[in-house]
């Protein structure tokens, strides 16, 4: 097993997805963050799947908020 501290801002990004679209956190999946445990990560949800009633669909399309992903969730 291999860990780190960007797997933390990892669970973070999943936490606040979920959040933001009213499902618990298990539901949210693929969440990459890109670079270190520093202001310099980027959190990407452009690949994260959500699944809602049980069917999947891609986070950007379930927030439908661009201004929020580009935003408030990057900062």
């Known amino acids: 097993n291999f860990t780190a501290m960007t797997r933390l801002d990892q669970n973070r990004a999943q936490s ?23 202001s310099t990560q980027f959190p990407d949800p452009a690949n994260a799947v959500v699944t809602i009633g049980g069917v999947q669909k891609p986070v950007p399309a379930a927030i439908n908020d661009d201004e929020y992903l580009k935003g408030a969730f990057v900062t």
């Open 16 to 38: 606040q997805l979920a959040a933001k679209i009213g499902v618990p956190v298990k539901d949210v999946k693929n969440v990459i963050i890109w670079g270190n445990h520093s």
